[in-house]
T-cell receptor, first 116, second 112 residues
Framework: GQSLEQPSEVTAVEGAIVQINCTYQTSGFYGLSWYQQHDGGAPTFLSY????GLEETGRFSSFLSRSDSYGYLLLQELQMKDSASYFCAVAPTSLHGSSNTGKLIFGQGTTLQVKP | SAVISQKPSRDICQRGTSLTIQCQVDSQVTMMFWYRQQPGQSLTLIATANQGSEATYESGFVIDKFPISRPNLTFSTLTVSNMSPEDSSIYLCSVEQGDTQYFGPGTRLTVL
């Protein structure tokens, strides 16, 4: 089976740094993605890791450790507009190979509340 | 990045009826995906739609309930059949480009 775990809620203040962790169990793993979703909006892509290490995109960074089946999203210099739900998502491989199926298995999401 | 539109954006339907949701992409893509997001929940993949072949459904979803069409490389439809209040959700289509998946704005469905 496939499962992902992430905290349900995180609260932080403007200007702070917050880390949202994600652990996963999958039968085949191609990569780990992070998505942001504001209330009433569509999920928008933030970051993707296929290999171990840190990927940095502006204020957002994402880390992956394949051996630990673990990743995190790091948000720096928090702003009020960062209040949203954040989802980690695993891209599983095909059942009998290593190719990317294109589909995503999502975690339950972490609601981030940024306070003044 | 892909630009995706969906129609309708929202609808309120009576139980027992069916609704067809349309998804249009501004570029040709091989695979399109349909997800469901129930209120306050995460996204769950319903099926993968490839042009020229039958859609592939995930566990718990069947073609009779969620028939899908994929007539060309830029368009797909998802029908929610014989609706019940449990089908009240946001339905999203998505496409993959590179390692990024892009989502449409979603169709918010309420079944009474």
């Amino acid at each position: 089976g496939q499962s992902l775990e992430q905290p349900s809620e995180v609260t932080a203040v403007e200007g702070a740094i917050v880390q949202i962790n994600c652990t996963y169990q999958t039968s085949g793993f191609y990569g780990l993605s992070w998505y942001q979703q504001h209330d009433g909006g569509a999920p928008t892509f933030l970051s993707y890791n296929a290999l171990d290490g840190l990927e940095e995109t502006g204020r957002f960074s994402s880390f992956l450790s394949r051996s630990d089946s673990y990743g995190y999203l790091l948000l720096q210099e928090l702003q009020m507009k960062d209040s949203a739900s954040y989802f980690c998502a695993v891209a599983p491989t095909s059942l009998h190979g290593s190719s990317n199926t294109g589909k995503l298995i999502f975690g339950q999401g972490t609601t981030l509340q940024v306070k003044p | 990045s892909a630009v995706i539109s969906q129609k309708p954006s929202r609808d309120i339907c009576q139980r027992g009826t069916s609704l067809t949701i349309q998804c249009q992409v501004d570029s040709q893509v091989t695979m399109m995906f349909w997800y469901r997001q129930q209120p306050g929940q995460s996204l769950t993949l319903i099926a993968t739609a490839n042009q020229g072949s039958e859609a592939t459904y995930e566990s718990g979803f069947v073609i009779d309930k969620f028939p899908i069409s994929r007539p060309n490389l830029t368009f797909s439809t998802l029908t929610v059949s014989n609706m019940s209040p449990e089908d009240s959700s946001i339905y999203l289509c998505s496409v993959e480009q590179g390692d990024t998946q892009y989502f449409g704005p979603g169709t918010r469905l309420t079944v009474l």
